[in-house]
């Protein structure tokens, strides 16, 4: 049974795994009870899975748990500095964005890395992010990331 260890929201982990090319979906969510990562589609199409490998929003869903060995993965777990919430996630709030929710950890998760990359995005970068919201929230997704870049500077 191979081992993987990688940071998983700032913390040392080691996981015994069934095989090394095992979704990390499955691995954080069964193994590891991380349950913000949402399992949508399976193939890295609807995106609802979307946290960050060492900064960059990716797909657990179709990498490999061995591919995270000595990286730093961040779920929506990990994104808010202890009880004060990323910037993202205050103006999700302030913005009421969810409605059914599934999708929402995803989307956070997307924003969060297009301003970390692109602090001042146009409406185009934010439509340009692939993630899926069947309850169509994207009008209050663009609001909310606009906001975030403000409150960011």
């Given at each position: 049974m ?7 929201n700032g913390?040392?982990?080691t ?14 969510r069964?193994?590891?009870?991380v349950t913000g990562?949402k399992?949508g589609?399976g193939v890295?199409?609807c995106?609802a899975c ?14 490999p748990v061995s591919?995270c ?5 961040t779920t929506i777990e990990g994104l808010?500095d ?8 205050q ?9 059914c929710g599934?999708c929402?950890p995803?989307?956070i998760?997307?924003?969060?890395a297009l301003?970390a990359g692109?602090?001042?995005?146009t ?5 340009a992010?692939?993630?899926v ?8 997704i663009?609001?909310?990331i606009h906001?975030?870049a403000a409150s960011?500077?």
């Open positions: 191979p081992t993987v260890t990688f940071v998983l913390e040392s982990t996981v015994d795994v069934t095989a090394a090319d095992e979704p990390l979906l499955w691995v954080l069964d193994v590891l009870g990562p399992y589609c890295g199409v995106k979307t946290s960050h490998l060492d900064g960059a929003a990716f797909n657990p869903c179709i990498t591919e060995a000595g990286h730093a993965v808010a202890g009880e004060t919430l990323h910037p993202v996630q103006a999700w709030i302030d913005e009421d964005v969810a409605q599934y929402q995803g989307q998760m997307a924003a969060a301003l692109n602090p001042h995005p409406d185009a970068d934010i439509d992010l692939e993630n919201c069947r309850c169509g929230t994207y009008f209050r663009r609001s909310a906001r975030a960011m500077g």
